[in-house]
């Protein structure tokens, strides 16, 4: 059955500090993979999806980046944290479809 | 304004009682999609709707979608506290690999 796993569960990271959110899939090839992050009364925001390895798509213009450097790891990065990146990161997947399947997701609080 | 409407914003009600949750768009839906979240966890996928007038029931909970393919309900019997969180409904809406995704609906059940 597939699985997925997201690490770290919670982060507190300073300003100006890096970051770097990995995701990993198990039990699926080629994968769909996404970032997104809920905020408090805003729902859930798309960030990136990838469709291949190396193949980003960005939602949105933002402090982050994503990367895909194998098929089923899809890494959430950013040089230098804002106060206002913190959230509730999510990583999920999907296989032949559009419907994701979610991770337990990150709390990231800059502070 | 939100491509995907999601009401109510927040329900309170007593053990044993019935309720429905909304989910609206403005766009013809290719797919529509339940899930229940707790607080600071992940994603938990309740059921996917792609058929319009197309019915879905598991344990206590149904979901619907319209005939229009544009309203989706959600339909608990017999609630329970195990039933308590956030739901929320997730759209394909022809975009390609992503779902769109309503503000949730915040679930408390009192014993």
């Known amino acids: 059955s597939q699985t997925i796993h997201q690490w770290p569960a919670t982060l507190v990271q300073p300003v100006g500090s890096p970051l770097s959110l990995e995701c990993t899939v198990e039990?699926?090839?080629?994968?769909?993979l996404y970032w997104y992050r809920q905020a408090a009364g805003r729902g859930l925001q798309l960030l990136f999806y990838s469709v291949g390895i190396g193949q980003i798509s960005s939602e949105v213009p933002q402090n982050l980046s994503a990367s895909r450097p194998q098929d089923r790891q899809f890494i959430l990065s950013s040089k230098k944290l804002l106060l206002s990146d913190s959230g509730f990161y999510l990583c999920a997947w999907s296989v032949g479809g559009v419907g994701a399947f979610f991770g337990q997701g990150t709390r990231l609080t800059v502070v | 304004s939100q491509e995907l409407e999601q009401s109510p914003q927040s329900l309170i009600v007593q053990e044993g009682k019935n309720l429905t949750i909304n989910c609206t768009s403005s766009k013809t839906l290719y797919g529509l999609y339940w899930y229940k979240q707790k607080y600071g966890e992940g994603l938990i996928f309740l059921m996917m709707?792609?058929?319009?007038?197309e019915e879905k029931s598991h344990e206590k909970i149904t979901a619907k979608l319209d005939e229009k393919k544009q309203q989706s309900s959600l339909h608990i019997t017999a609630s329970q506290p195990s039933h308590a969180g956030i739901y929320l409904c997730?759209?394909?809406?022809?975009?390609?690999?992503?779902?769109?995704f309503g503000k949730g609906t915040l679930l408390t059940v009192n014993p």
């Open positions: 709707l792609q058929k319009g007038g």
């Open positions: 039990g699926t090839s080629n994968p769909n």
């Open positions: 997730g759209a394909d809406m022809g975009s390609n690999y992503k779902l769109t």
